[in-house]
């Protein structure tokens, strides 16, 4: 063979291997455009674990149809069914969250099926959440398929629901005043309590704030630290740890984080609460059912929301306060729901408070806020 | 005249304003047209130096914008770029094949689908500035390396200096890329030329090195600013997600976007191109040049890009090694278009013809296809709103603004604390976490909403008063972390949020500022140093003997395996 031919032929005998090696064995960063499968093109299912991997592919690039191709149950239920199960009904935190990534863990395996749990960590616009299914797996010929344990979330049949709630509209005084100089003077609310407390992570300053006023209020709280030299260490807000429409004589909780803080390193808190009258309602009325706190390993609030209004509640957001047998505010926790809230439907919630302070919970209040499309 | 039929057209049409990154660059120039001497700029990232990214065709649209606006200036300067690339293309490639082959090589360059997609699609302007002017540097640095001549030293020099203001990774990566085969061009022919022409190995490699210090001394100093603060502050964020790093047969999109498109018909032309390349001796280091070139181009499908730049991989987009593999691959493809047309005449031309057009047309008509986002948004009204009533005393975002981020930050006051400069961003909100613009926070996912989260966490920092939203995906968030939508624009397609409590934005004490010096320097030796070039190319060349030889010297009845031809 001449030279030239020996060249194109180890050039193109290199490409073919080089393509091939990084189609088989992707690196990390390449494989996350594909779902994040680093086995490439080898990749099978011929493992229980393997065909959770594979579905996780499919989700991370929303190739639902795909997802539920591989599924042994799919006979079950229709595509439709699946998507609603992932993407929910209605405008929800499901709609447009993305797959960030998969625990799988394995309960029991056998030759024929096996039994694995699925954390999925879910990132959507307001944070994280997680979804946990059990799902079943078992073999078919020479590779593993799961039994997809569906949730059904059925549509509201079609009815009328009266509403009855009070609600407060604000006359502004033109055009000019559209970004906030308002000529009314601001709600009074107050903070009726207020508890800074040292974590491994910084300093948390929690509390609850009062709407004194007999208007609504848009409110929101800063904490500025001040060490004892008197400069100014850090100020944060409350951003979405606080419940910010208060109706008249609301309460709602705020936590403040201060990540990397030492609390020895401060003699005075400056609190700083915000208020602006805005137009407000007590709709949409969502219930909190069989709210109960559950101690031990795990410790958490759970209940069930229930919407008693005709809207869908696109996004809400749970947020409690617990106590101590003084009445004092150990923690404020929250969760975001990640399911809209259909009339009359529950819907489970939980919020969890941190192991150390479980034990001091005697306790608990919970909020609910409200997100509605187009209501803002 | 086929680069201006085929490009002016388009060009005087704007069309590459709907793509990615020219708005980011008609920004830049607005900039250095109101503050020369200054490049401090405070409308984005609450301030950040410009002297991050290599200035020459930003200030030279900035120069040109005094006279023609913003964005004819862009198109000219662009359009120069294209002029600059074919007759580049054609003193390249006649180093390398004949003048008729180095002719179709030049006419190949007008039609290549990555010069197409970059300045249609991906609106690189500072790429496809840089590689052409490196192209005309290269047969001078040629010149110098084979027969030591001092007046093609100094084109050389003036150019390549020239080149490296205009574009950073062009010159880090690209000029090493170009400048290899030339390297052993000259040691091959100065080896195997006639005792009187020969050149020694340790003259070649003082020649090499003499280029090397000077030129690299000379850079140093042009681009100082540039230098010290990559130094300073090297890039250490968070990698952010290109889907040019991706293997392009598991992500198809990926491929179709950054292979298919790029390339175009060029891809039925590989066979051929490997072929010659290979079975003429003197092609051979341009060959091998392509091939690592283009092994890069794609990305994460190989594992030598990853393993080759290491962590670079994860900061580098790779769409413009597909297109200095492209223009490597051009000399070898005008010596396959002259066989062709030779042996099968119009059966030829016909077919090469309109597979070239359709390729140029394809990756034209990419940036429709495949619109950037908010490529059609009007910002007028939301630069008007900003603009009025004190709004401009606060910072600002958009949320769904995509590339039009950059023209509302030319027509508003009021400054931002986001920005499309990943390089040149210092806030820990937008480094931590591998987002990147956070316009378009969703379409980076996690990495993105948390650093969006971070940045609203911290508006109270930044006087960040107004989100200017386009995209109601964002508005749970903003509503549970206490904005309040307070107007709309555009029959409400534009909704305004505001936080109370904010205050007014304050001018940013950054250490990254540069001094007075560095912005005199900064204003200066760039665009001194291109019209040094344009002047120093000028000077008459001294004649040299070619190197290259007539197309019968390729002709297939010439080839001898593994022979030398010329």
Redesign the interface.
């Given at each position: 063979m001449?030279?030239?031919?020996l060249?194109?032929t180890a050039?193109?005998v290199t490409?073919g291997l080089?393509?091939t090696?990084?189609?088989l064995?992707?690196?990390a960063?390449?494989?996350?455009?594909?779902g994040g499968?680093t086995e490439?093109?080898l990749s099978s299912t011929s493992t229980p674990e393997a065909a959770v991997n594979d579905l996780t592919a499919q989700l991370k690039l929303h190739a639902l149809a795909k997802a539920y191709s591989g599924l042994a149950n799919k006979a079950e239920f229709s595509e439709a069914d699946f998507e609603r199960d992932l993407l929910g009904i209605g405008l929800s935190?499901r709609t447009?969250a993305?797959l960030?990534s998969v625990e799988v863990r394995p309960l029991h395996q056998s030759n024929t099926d096996a039994d694995l749990t699925m954390k999925m960590h879910w990132?959507?616009?307001?944070?994280?959440f997680d979804d946990t299914r059990d799902v079943h797996a078992v073999k078919v010929g020479n590779h593993w398929a799961l039994n997809w344990p569906l949730k059904h979330e059925s549509p509201v049949p079609p009815q009328v629901i009266p509403v009855n709630y009070l609600r407060w509209d604000v006359i502004y005084r033109g055009a000019?005043d559209?970004?906030?100089s308002q000529d009314v003077e601001a709600p009074h609310v107050r903070i009726v309590d207020m508890h800074p407390l040292s974590r491994a992570e910084g300093v948390v300053v929690m509390g609850e704030l009062l709407n004194e006023d007999v208007v609504p209020a848009?409110v929101?709280v800063?904490a500025t630290l001040v060490t004892k030299a008197g400069e100014t260490l850090d100020?944060?807000?409350?951003?979405?740890m606080?419940s910010?429409t208060l109706l008249p004589k609301q309460v709602t909780p705020f936590i403040i984080h201060f990540p990397g803080t030492d609390l020895s390193k401060i003699s005075t808190i400056r609190m700083?609460p915000?208020s602006?009258l805005?137009a407000a309602s007590a709709d949409p009325v969502v219930e909190i059912e069989n709210q109960q706190y559950q101690e031990g390993s795990g410790a958490a609030v759970t209940g069930q929301l229930t919407n008693q209004s005709g809207h869908t509640v696109?996004?809400s957001?749970v947020l409690t306060t617990f106590y101590d047998a003084n009445g004092q505010v150990v923690w404020v926790g929250g969760q975001?729901i990640d399911r809209a809230l259909q009339p009359q439907t529950p819907v489970d919630f939980r919020v969890p408070v941190p192991q150390d302070l479980a034990g001091k919970v005697k306790s608990e209040r919970t909020v609910v806020?409200t997100?509605i499309?187009g209501n803002? | 005249m086929v680069a201006v039929a085929v490009h002016l057209p388009l060009l005087l049409m704007q069309l590459p304003l709907k793509s990615y990154d020219t708005n980011f660059h008609i920004f830049f120039a607005s900039h250095y047209a109101q503050h020369w001497f200054d490049p401090w700029n405070p409308k984005w990232f609450a301030g950040f130096s410009q002297t991050t990214y290599p200035p020459l065709p930003q200030q030279w649209t900035a120069i040109l914008s005094w006279v023609l606006g913003l964005n004819l200036a862009y198109m000219t300067v662009q359009f120069v770029g294209i002029l600059l690339l074919v007759v580049g293309v054609y003193r390249f490639a006649a180093l390398w094949v004949s003048p008729r082959a180095a002719s179709y090589a030049a006419l190949a360059s007008v039609f290549i689908a990555a010069e197409g997609f970059l300045v249609y699609s991906a609106g690189q302007l500072s790429t496809t500035v840089a590689a052409p002017i490196y192209l005309n540097a290269l047969p001078f640095l040629f010149q110098w390396l084979r027969h030591g001549s001092w007046r093609s030293f100094l084109k050389a020099f003036v150019l390549l200096v020239t080149a490296a203001a205009a574009h950073h990774v062009t010159l880090i990566f690209g000029s090493v890329l170009f400048a290899l085969p030339i390297i052993a061009l000259a040691w091959m022919d100065g080896r195997d030329s006639e005792d009187s022409d020969k050149v020694s190995a340790p003259a070649l490699v003082v020649r090499i090195v003499s280029i090397v210090v000077v030129a690299g001394a000379a850079i140093a100093a042009v681009l100082l600013p540039f230098w010290i603060g990559l130094i300073r502050y090297p890039v250490t964020q968070t990698p952010i997600?290109h889907?040019s790093?991706?293997?392009f047969?598991?992500?198809p999109e990926?491929g179709i976007n950054y292979f298919v498109v790029p390339y175009g018909a060029l891809i039925l032309a590989l066979p051929f191109i490997?072929?010659r390349?290979?079975?003429?001796?003197r092609l051979?280091p341009l060959?091998l040049g392509f091939?690592a070139t283009f092994?890069l181009g794609?990305?994460?499908?190989?594992?030598?890009a990853?393993v080759l730049l290491g962590r670079s991989?994860?900061v580098l987009t790779f769409e413009r090694f597909s297109y200095w593999a492209t223009l490597l691959c051009l000399p070898i493809l005008g010596q396959v278009i002259v066989e062709a047309v030779d042996r099968f005449r119009l059966k030829a031309l016909i077919p090469i013809a309109s597979l070239a057009a359709a390729t140029c047309a394809l990756a034209v008509a990419w940036s429709t296809y495949k619109p950037a986002d908010a490529s059609n948004l009007n910002v007028d009204s939301v630069a008007l709103w900003l603009n009025r009533?004190g709004?401009d005393h606060y910072r600002y975002i958009t949320l769904g603004f995509g590339n039009k981020l950059s023209r509302l930050a030319m027509q508003t006051n009021a400054n931002s604390v986001d920005g499309e400069s990943n390089s040149a961003r210092m806030l820990p909100e937008l480094t931590q976490f591998g987002g990147a613009a956070l316009t378009s926070s969703?379409y980076f996912?996690?990495p993105g909403?948390d650093s969006l989260?971070a940045m609203?966490?911290?508006?109270?920092?930044y006087g960040l008063k107004f989100i200017i939203v386009r995209d109601?995906?964002?508005?749970?968030?903003?509503?549970?972390?206490?904005w309040?939508?307070?107007?709309s624009l555009d029959d409400k397609t534009i909704t305004?949020w505001?936080?109370?409590?904010v205050p007014p934005a304050l001018p940013m004490n950054a250490a990254e500022m540069p001094t007075h010096f560095q912005g005199l320097i900064w204003g200066t030796l760039p665009v001194g140093f291109s019209l040094l070039a344009m002047l120093v190319v000028l000077l008459p060349e001294k004649r040299l003997r070619p190197e290259h030889v007539t197309d019968a010297a390729y002709t297939r009845e010439h080839l001898v395996?593994?022979g030398m031809v010329s």
């Amino acid at each position: 063979m001449s030279q030239g031919k020996l060249l194109a032929t180890a050039l193109a005998v290199t490409t073919g291997l080089l393509v091939t090696a990084g189609t088989l064995w992707p690196s990390a960063v390449a494989a996350s455009y594909s779902g994040g499968k680093t086995e490439g093109i080898l990749s099978s299912t011929s493992t229980p674990e393997a065909a959770v991997n594979d579905l996780t592919a499919q989700l991370k690039l929303h190739a639902l149809a795909k997802a539920y191709s591989g599924l042994a149950n799919k006979a079950e239920f229709s595509e439709a069914d699946f998507e609603r199960d992932l993407l929910g009904i209605g405008l929800s935190l499901r709609t447009y969250a993305t797959l960030d990534s998969v625990e799988v863990r394995p309960l029991h395996q056998s030759n024929t099926d096996a039994d694995l749990t699925m954390k999925m960590h879910w990132s959507s616009v307001v944070g994280n959440f997680d979804d946990t299914r059990d799902v079943h797996a078992v073999k078919v010929g020479n590779h593993w398929a799961l039994n997809w344990p569906l949730k059904h979330e059925s549509p509201v049949p079609p009815q009328v629901i009266p509403v009855n709630y009070l609600r407060w509209d604000v006359i502004y005084r033109g055009a000019g005043d559209d970004w906030g100089s308002q000529d009314v003077e601001a709600p009074h609310v107050r903070i009726v309590d207020m508890h800074p407390l040292s974590r491994a992570e910084g300093v948390v300053v929690m509390g609850e704030l009062l709407n004194e006023d007999v208007v609504p209020a848009f409110v929101s709280v800063k904490a500025t630290l001040v060490t004892k030299a008197g400069e100014t260490l850090d100020s944060e807000g409350s951003f979405d740890m606080i419940s910010h429409t208060l109706l008249p004589k609301q309460v709602t909780p705020f936590i403040i984080h201060f990540p990397g803080t030492d609390l020895s390193k401060i003699s005075t808190i400056r609190m700083e609460p915000t208020s602006v009258l805005v137009a407000a309602s007590a709709d949409p009325v969502v219930e909190i059912e069989n709210q109960q706190y559950q101690e031990g390993s795990g410790a958490a609030v759970t209940g069930q929301l229930t919407n008693q209004s005709g809207h869908t509640v696109n996004v809400s957001h749970v947020l409690t306060t617990f106590y101590d047998a003084n009445g004092q505010v150990v923690w404020v926790g929250g969760q975001y729901i990640d399911r809209a809230l259909q009339p009359q439907t529950p819907v489970d919630f939980r919020v969890p408070v941190p192991q150390d302070l479980a034990g001091k919970v005697k306790s608990e209040r919970t909020v609910v806020s409200t997100y509605i499309q187009g209501n803002s | 005249m086929v680069a201006v039929a085929v490009h002016l057209p388009l060009l005087l049409m704007q069309l590459p304003l709907k793509s990615y990154d020219t708005n980011f660059h008609i920004f830049f120039a607005s900039h250095y047209a109101q503050h020369w001497f200054d490049p401090w700029n405070p409308k984005w990232f609450a301030g950040f130096s410009q002297t991050t990214y290599p200035p020459l065709p930003q200030q030279w649209t900035a120069i040109l914008s005094w006279v023609l606006g913003l964005n004819l200036a862009y198109m000219t300067v662009q359009f120069v770029g294209i002029l600059l690339l074919v007759v580049g293309v054609y003193r390249f490639a006649a180093l390398w094949v004949s003048p008729r082959a180095a002719s179709y090589a030049a006419l190949a360059s007008v039609f290549i689908a990555a010069e197409g997609f970059l300045v249609y699609s991906a609106g690189q302007l500072s790429t496809t500035v840089a590689a052409p002017i490196y192209l005309n540097a290269l047969p001078f640095l040629f010149q110098w390396l084979r027969h030591g001549s001092w007046r093609s030293f100094l084109k050389a020099f003036v150019l390549l200096v020239t080149a490296a203001a205009a574009h950073h990774v062009t010159l880090i990566f690209g000029s090493v890329l170009f400048a290899l085969p030339i390297i052993a061009l000259a040691w091959m022919d100065g080896r195997d030329s006639e005792d009187s022409d020969k050149v020694s190995a340790p003259a070649l490699v003082v020649r090499i090195v003499s280029i090397v210090v000077v030129a690299g001394a000379a850079i140093a100093a042009v681009l100082l600013p540039f230098w010290i603060g990559l130094i300073r502050y090297p890039v250490t964020q968070t990698p952010i997600a290109h889907a040019s790093r991706a293997n392009f047969l598991l992500s198809p999109e990926a491929g179709i976007n950054y292979f298919v498109v790029p390339y175009g018909a060029l891809i039925l032309a590989l066979p051929f191109i490997v072929i010659r390349g290979s079975s003429i001796r003197r092609l051979r280091p341009l060959l091998l040049g392509f091939w690592a070139t283009f092994l890069l181009g794609l990305g994460g499908t190989t594992p030598l890009a990853p393993v080759l730049l290491g962590r670079s991989f994860n900061v580098l987009t790779f769409e413009r090694f597909s297109y200095w593999a492209t223009l490597l691959c051009l000399p070898i493809l005008g010596q396959v278009i002259v066989e062709a047309v030779d042996r099968f005449r119009l059966k030829a031309l016909i077919p090469i013809a309109s597979l070239a057009a359709a390729t140029c047309a394809l990756a034209v008509a990419w940036s429709t296809y495949k619109p950037a986002d908010a490529s059609n948004l009007n910002v007028d009204s939301v630069a008007l709103w900003l603009n009025r009533d004190g709004h401009d005393h606060y910072r600002y975002i958009t949320l769904g603004f995509g590339n039009k981020l950059s023209r509302l930050a030319m027509q508003t006051n009021a400054n931002s604390v986001d920005g499309e400069s990943n390089s040149a961003r210092m806030l820990p909100e937008l480094t931590q976490f591998g987002g990147a613009a956070l316009t378009s926070s969703k379409y980076f996912a996690k990495p993105g909403l948390d650093s969006l989260r971070a940045m609203l966490n911290h508006a109270d920092r930044y006087g960040l008063k107004f989100i200017i939203v386009r995209d109601p995906y964002y508005d749970p968030l903003l509503y549970f972390a206490g904005w309040r939508q307070v107007d709309s624009l555009d029959d409400k397609t534009i909704t305004i949020w505001s936080k109370d409590g904010v205050p007014p934005a304050l001018p940013m004490n950054a250490a990254e500022m540069p001094t007075h010096f560095q912005g005199l320097i900064w204003g200066t030796l760039p665009v001194g140093f291109s019209l040094l070039a344009m002047l120093v190319v000028l000077l008459p060349e001294k004649r040299l003997r070619p190197e290259h030889v007539t197309d019968a010297a390729y002709t297939r009845e010439h080839l001898v395996s593994g022979g030398m031809v010329s």
